[in-house]
């Protein structure tokens, strides 16, 4: 009976499928389909994905090819002195081998790289030390110049050539490398010991497609930038037509080295709390969140588990989903210290400002801006810092829209201004205010200025794995911004002081030659003698004068300085003047300085009495003539709007002064006294 009912179910269904057929690619034929896309479907290595996606890399044109292999190799170079405590000297060639195609050379002083390493940096991608590393660095992914071994030989069949000696070694490791995409493993063409003069280094060497420009996104350029934002290093590169170029490092001081943290709460998202969670060696919430974090002590972890109504025994790879968002919401709830700085590497005022000077000096900037330093600040874990400056005047175009520099851990970013975060800033801000001209107070700014913003952070936001533009992250774009207005808010002022020493100068040669003439015709008229104009002049120039003048002769640059005190009161100062860092050698100097050390000279000056004068002079040797033809002078202990000629002390100097003293007028004749009426002088004065 079964039988028969199975059977006569079958002519059923076999009759419903004859007069009914299924879709076409349903039954069968659909599993034979299904079955042969399995067979296709298979994974790829990292190295074959941007083989056939370089441009993700920034190897999307010929230009900008040989400009990416040149910073991904500088990069490499600078960070690997600064790590074994080198100063960097780094020499890039770039020659032409025919209309196409060029051979790009680095070349470093740096520790070197052990043998068995080599094939792995310069051949492999996503190898490295830095990418879980919560620390400043140039170089977080693993790629930049492996993906330049790549391009180099995609476009040229050609490997790459890798000369590295270690200072324990007698000779240098020579290596031929390709990298074969398929596996994402280096492969040694040729390997031979070569005798090298260098105590230690690295030089590699690369031939691929590209085109060699001039201008501003060219490899001149991006050199140009990296020298600003690293003066301790020195840069020599040679062009295809043979031309040389020098940076010449601005200071023999290394960047800090950066210390690697754990991360910070601030900004934590859900999946990375819920993967550290689970990953950590920690038994108890609350040990888990002190031990993985940085900044939380026992009673901050308590109070972030009380706050979530986590039980702080709990262990972290039981918690749920629930619990992990309620942690978030808690730590945004709990007042945890800013990160520490130890792991970012800021450039610090000085030295931009050096920087700054050192490349921009054919340009004859009338004004460096104090550059601005933020202090750290969090996203999404990860701690960062913002520095900007602002170059004014001398022969920058006053008719273009105002040059931005932009830097990312002391890189320069050259593509993509208009995707990154820094320009955003820039056009955010109202730059009416501060002296620039920009049209309904949106966009980038006209004027004779340039801006610097560098980002130092553990993690830079980058739009993508080209590192040319930083994604528009709100809390870094806020801290920009501020950054942007403190230093505009200096330039606001120190435009307003240029005019007002202008116009103070032109008052100046008044009350010194034309004032006097008047006293001399004025007494005569009335026949009484000429009148002591000491009261008059004071009343009128209410400043303190600062005039100072540099002359090279023998070797010898000798420093003047007089200030002049034309205010009522005697005047206590503390002053400094700033010397180009190294070693020089000192002649005399008048009158005897308080401290002469770390590239500046401190006076004491008690005091300078009313229409009194005090004059400093200094002498320097070691220097050629065009390496020292301005001042930087600095004074403290009084009002910085009294004083004409001088700046108030840098911020990142660390020295406090006692605030300015109450002034107390002296005591000085009467000008009805001396025969002179103000009122009547000034409106004399005015009418010649």
């Known amino acids: 009976m079964d039988k028969e009912l199975t059977a ?45 996606n370089k441009q993700i890399l920034g190897f999307d044109s010929l230009s900008r090819s040989l400009i990416t292999a040149v910073k991904e190799g500088v990069d490499n170079s600078l960070d690997a002195c600064e790590e074994a405590g080198i100063l960097p000297e780094v020499i890039i060639e770039v020659e032409a081998l025919d209309k196409t195609e060029y051979k790009i050379s680095v070349e470093d002083n740096g520790p070197g790289i052990v043998e ?24 977080q992914q693993g790629i930049g110049i492996s993906a330049a071994v790549m391009y180099g030989q995609l476009t040229t069949a050609k490997p790459a050539r890798v000369r590295s000696k270690v200072a324990e070694s007698n000779v240098a490791v020579d290596m031929e490398l390709i990298l074969d995409t398929k596996a994402n493993r280096p492969q040694i063409i040729k390997k031979d010991y070569s005798i090298w003069d260098k105590h230690s280094g690295t030089r590699v060497t690369i031939c691929m497609k590209g085109r060699y420009i001039t201008g501003k996104q060219s490899i001149l350029e991006y050199l140009k930038g990296t020298a600003i934002v690293n003066p301790h290093a020195q840069i020599s590169f040679k062009d295809p037509s043979g031309s040389t170029y020098v940076f010449k490092r601005a200071s023999d001081v290394l960047p800090p080295k950066t210390e690697e943290i754990r991360p910070h709460p601030e900004g934590l998202e859900l999946g990375t709390l819920m993967r550290m969670a689970k990953a950590t060696k920690s038994n108890r919430m609350s040990s888990f969140l002190k031990s993985d974090f940085s900044r939380i002590s026992d009673r901050v972890a308590k109070e972030i588990c009380d706050s979530a109504q986590i039980p702080p025994e709990l262990k972290p790879a039981n918690l749920t989903i629930e619990q992990a968002k309620q942690g978030i919401d808690a730590i945004a709830g709990v007042k945890i210290m800013a990160p520490e700085t130890t792991c970012l590497s800021p450039i610090g005022d000085s030295l931009i400002k050096k920087g700054l000077k050192n490349v921009l000096e054919g340009l004859k900037p009338s004004f460096y801006a104090p550059p601005v330093t933020r202090k750290p600040r969090v996203f999404a874990g990860n701690p960062f810092q913002i520095e900007v400056g602002i170059v004014y005047g001398g022969e920058i175009p006053a008719d273009q829209p105002v040059e931005i520099l932009r830097f990312a851990n002391r890189v320069p970013l050259l593509y993509q201004q208009g995707a990154c975060a820094i320009t955003a800033a820039v056009e955010n801000v109202d730059w009416r205010n501060y002296g620039l001209e920009q049209r309904g107070g949106k966009g980038i700014p006209f004027g004779p200025a340039i801006v610097l913003v560098h980002f130092a952070s553990t993690k830079v936001p980058f739009t993508s794995e080209a590192k040319e533009a930083i994604a528009n992250v709100p ?41 006097p003439k008047i006293a001399e015709k004025s007494s005569i008229i009335v026949g009484k003698p000429q009148p002591d104009l000491t009261a008059t002049i004071t009343k009128i120039m209410d400043i303190v004068w600062v005039d100072d003048r540099i002359e090279f002769a023998g070797k010898r640059h000798k420093v003047t300085i007089d200030i002049y005190n034309y205010t009522q009161t005697g005047k206590k100062i503390s002053f400094y003047a700033t010397v180009p860092d190294g070693h020089l050698s000192f002649g005399s100097v008048q009158p005897k300085a308080e401290e002469v050390k770390e590239g500046r000279i401190f006076w004491d000056l008690k005091r300078i009495a009313s229409m009194g004068k005090t004059t400093l002079t200094f002498e320097l040797e070691g220097l050629e003539k065009e390496m020292y033809d301005e001042n930087e002078l600095y004074a403290a202990g009084i009002d910085p709007s009294r004083i004409i000629g001088a700046e108030p002390l840098p911020g990142d100097w660390g020295i406090k002064v006692a605030a300015p003293e109450k002034e107390e007028k002296e005591p000085s004749p009467d000008d009805e006294e001396n025969g002179v009426d103000y009122d009547s002088a000034k409106e004399a004065v005015a009418d010649e």
Do not use: W
């Not at 059923?12 to 399995?38: K, T, V």
């Not at 068995?116 to 170089?139: D, Y």
């Open 8 to 52: 006569e179910r079958g002519i059923i269904l076999f009759n419903r499928r004859r007069h009914h057929p299924p879709p076409e690619g349903i039954g069968m034929g659909a599993h034979s389909i299904a079955e042969e896309l399995a067979r296709k479907q298979k994974d790829i290595s990292v190295a074959e994905f941007f083989e056939r």
């Open 116 to 139: 068995r390493n080599i094939p792995n940096v310069f051949a492999r991608l996503l190898f490295g030390s830095r990418f879980h590393a919560v620390r400043q660095s140039r170089g």
């Open 475 to 515: 809390e870094v774009r806020e801290e920009i911004e501020q950054a942007l207005r403190t230093c505009g808010r200096t330039l606001k002022v120190h435009l307003a002081k240029d005019a007002r020493r202008f116009k103070t100068r032109e008052k100046f040669e008044i009350v010194q030659k034309v004032l």
